[in-house]
């Protein structure tokens, strides 16, 4: 696949797989849109990807555009720029995920790793289907983690459950491949695929100072880090499923490396992708029916 007139955007871009992606999609000549929540962390991993290209004209290419994804206003005013910025849209990673060591709701009323990791997806993509069909053909990649779990449609802000932050994770990263398979229904007919992606096991910075990474993973990567592969390696799993021709038109599936792999047995089931995705429509005002 030819990337030297495709438009990209890699939400979680200042760091980690999203940094990897985005870099690599630069150096193969795609317009890149990276979606940061800290400013000068974002211009920083900017500055440092375009460093590294060898053309004059990367600078212009790679773009930095701030959003924090928990709030559902600034991730309309994140799509509302984009519109400002291209007429469309030809891949998009939904890859920003996070996780937090205790219970605590948005501006929006929801926990923060539904919001972040399942929710804000669900909206950006629904907010810019238009720039993307209209990019057509064009791919969403979302990535997932790959853990056995089924999410409690009926508490999905732990309200009556106990809160575990990496049961709270994994259900709410579940949520990816549920909104993949109810979307590739909608998406029937048209030249748009999306896919979830299990990157595998990396060094990662997951959550920041604030959630997960200051805590749990800290401790792994102290103790296992020089036996987990870097975010670059992961990266190909991600870049397989934006690039390839093997997979062009392939829609709705769960990969791991460059195949499928099982999916959680909720996620296969269409009910449950649907309920979840009524769910969330009425949470966010979009993509009710």
């Known amino acids: 696949m030819d990337l030297s007139e495709c438009t990209a955007l890699v939400t979680g871009a200042n760091s980690g797989l999203g940094k990897a992606v985005a870099r690599a999609l630069a150096e193969r000549g795609a ?33 930095l555009l701030c959003c924090d994804l928990s709030s559902q206003a600034q991730i309309r005013q994140l799509a509302q720029a984009v519109h400002q910025r291209t007429d ?15 219970r605590a709701l948005t501006e929006d009323g929801v926990e923060r790793a539904l919001a972040v990791n399942h929710l804000a997806p669900f909206l950006l993509t ?3 289907l238009d720039l993307l069909q209209a990019g057509a053909p064009s791919r969403i990649v979302n990535v997932g983690t790959r853990m056995e779990t089924a999410m409690d449609f009926d508490d999905l802000n732990w309200q009556r459950r106990r809160y575990r932050m990496m049961q709270a994770y994994g259900q709410s990263k579940l949520g990816n491949i549920h909104f993949t398979r109810a979307l590739t229904r909608r998406l029937e007919g048209t030249d748009v695929t999306v896919n979830c992606v299990f990157p595998g096991v990396f060094r990662s910075n997951l959550g920041g100072t604030d959630g997960a990474q200051g805590l749990f993973w800290k401790s792994v990567a102290l103790l296992l880090g020089w036996a987990l592969k870097p ?6 799993r991600v870049l397989y499923l934006l690039t390839a ?39 966010v005002g979009e993509g009710r029916g």
Request: charged letters at 25%; glycine letters at 6%; proline letters at 8%.
């Open 126 to 128: 629904q907010l810019l």
């Open 31 to 63: 317009r890149v849109m990276m979606v940061a929540r800290d400013p000068a962390r974002g211009e920083q991993a900017r500055a440092e990807i375009v460093s590294d290209l060898p053309d004059a004209g990367a600078d212009a290419r790679v773009e």
């Open 231 to 236: 975010p670059e390696k992961a990266a190909e």
């Open 245 to 283: 021709d093997q997979v062009a038109g392939v829609s709705g599936e769960y990969f791991g490396d460059r195949e499928p792999i099982p999916m959680p047995a909720q996620a296969r089931d269409p009910a449950a992708n649907e309920r979840l995705w009524q769910l969330s429509a009425e949470i």
């Open 88 to 102: 469309a849209l030809h891949l998009l990673v939904n890859n920003a995920g996070t996780a937090f060591p205790e």
